[in-house]
């Protein structure tokens, strides 16, 4: 009789591909769709963009203010509960956006959809792959934010044809229907805390010499602690590169598509120009993985930025359809591998030992410095009439970027920190 000698799929791949589906579908709602609510509110309630985006901009700072803390617990009990019980508050904050009369009321959801956005969204996602994973990291940030970056390619058309068809209000409802229905039972069903709980070690691999049981955690996590690393200027030069990406990232997120189509461009072709971003982003999210160690990972940041850059001066120069084509495809190759070389740089520079405190601080200093550039930019917008000063400020940040991630390169700790040190006679 013939047994199957098959070694079972090994459950941090499981999680990774759960974690998919969930931050494709919470960025579509939280993130992506809200550039195409801006036209419609400002219709019907009146507001100025810069109200409008002022919400979203508050929303940023929350999530800035909560990533610390939302770091220090996933370090000491994972991210199940954390992510489920962000998934159920998004959820009814949308439900409630969906009822918004005043601009209080609006202020007040998008307070606490910040709260939510930083126990859902990538952030708590990554801090699973850096525990379950180490040989196969880039593998692994590579699944999840491959899938995931349908995001954009699915729900800002998506959207646009529920707003069409139902109106702003009624569009959110389905929305939030969608969050709840699909992340919350996803969540808490299926995430765990580390390998160790399932009796395994990272990877899914098991040592002989260094026996683990279940609810034990792995005796070799390894990495540098979030003292040391503040004291040293990588962590600060790698968090200024990332904060500047971040603000052009933010702001042409929301203004895009108001760009286009004050630019003359129809609406149908504005959305679809932004969510074709997401299609074009996952090429980059393969390549990341497959340069593998051959090529240096602040080297590959600082080529991503620098595409990013010509893609916007090529928006901004040149009126064609042919152009803004040109610049989704730079734009989206860059795009796509940023957010998994992130994590993946704070991991490999740092280690695993305090991955949720060290990425929680790089997520508050970014995001509270990006909370104020949608502000600033409608602000700007507003009283000039025009996107003009705003989006060459944008590649000016850019172009800087691509500096300071090659100095947080030149900067970083010597030594593997990211890696496990095999145990004796492994």
Known sequence: MAF?????IFYGWKMIVVLAITELISYGVLFYS?????KPMQSELGWLSAEITGGYSLSL????????VVGYRLDRSGPRWIMTAGSCLAALLVLAWANVQTLPAFYAI???????????????AFWVVANWFIRRRRQALTLLTFIAGFSTLIFTPLTQVLVEQFGWRNAL???????ALVTIPLHALVLRRRPAD???QPDGDTYPDVPVEAGEVEAE?????????IRGSSFWWLTSAFTLNSMMVTVLGIYLVPYLIDTGYEAGFAALAAGLIGLTSLPGRIIFTLSGSRWSPGGIVALLFLMQTVSMVILVTTRSQAAVLAYIILYGAGYGA?????AGLVAEFYGRVEYGAISGLMSLCVTIVTAVAPVIAGAVIDQSGSYQAVLWGLITLSGVSVGLVLLAVYTRPRGEVGFVVPAVGD
């Not at 700072?61 to 610390?68: E, H, P």
């Not at 409802?173 to 969050?179: F, G, Q, R």
């Not at 996590?221 to 690393?229: E, H, K, Y």
């Open 4 to 8: 199957s000698t098959a070694k079972p």
């Open 34 to 38: 809200f550039t195409i609510f801006i």
């Open 61 to 68: 700072g929350i999530t800035a203010l909560c990533a610390i």
């Open 110 to 124: 998008w307070f606490g959809l910040g709260v939510a956005k930083a126990m859902v969204l990538y952030d708590p």
């Open 173 to 179: 409802v389905i929305l939030a229907l969608l969050l």
């Open 198 to 200: 399932v009796g395994l």
């Open 221 to 229: 996590v390894t990495g540098l602690p979030l003292r040391r690393v």
């Open 338 to 342: 940023i957010t998994p070389s992130r």
